[in-house]
């Protein structure tokens, strides 16, 4: 069983950064790949960031540039640091976890969109707020 905490999250103004961090409980992260997610208010939930067992890192377009996700393998610690922050970023930021590879690809090739499966393993994500 993989547990995943997230923290890092909370109120900035557009312009600023943050960086999320994302702690797993399991120590292999080879046969894993690794997303972060966001549901903002009135949306459906949407991966914007994500990195393969090969440590390929993928965003959606809208976080483009801005985003960054990494992965500490010996801390066993995924990040998301987020620049260049906007009011539309406002969202619940969950960390999951997918150890399928057909799941793993289906999320990761589909950045962006709206409405795509959780992976198995989610954290109980993290509150991010960015005023105008």
Same mark, same amino acid.
């Given at each position: ?16 950064? /943050?960086?999320?961090? %994302? ?56 990040? /998301? ?22 799941? %793993? ?5 589909? /950045? ?21």
């Amino acid at each position: 069983q993989v547990q995943l905490v997230e923290s890092g999250g909370g109120s900035v103004q557009a312009g600023g950064s /943050l960086r999320l961090s %994302c702690t797993r409980s399991k120590t292999t992260y080879d046969s894993y790949c690794m997303a972060w997610f966001r549901q903002r208010p009135g949306k459906e939930r949407e991966a914007v960031a994500g990195i393969d067992s090969a440590g390929v890192t993928r965003y959606a377009e809208a976080v483009k540039g801005r985003f960054t996700i990494s992965h500490d393998n010996a801390r066993k610690v995924l990040y /998301l640091q987020m620049t260049s922050l906007e009011p539309e970023d406002t969202a619940m930021y969950y960390c999951a976890a997918e150890d399928e590879v057909i799941k %793993c690809m289906t999320v990761l090739q589909a /950045l962006g969109v709206a409405g795509v499966p959780f992976y198995k393993y989610t954290g109980q994500g993290t509150q991010v707020t960015v005023s105008s």
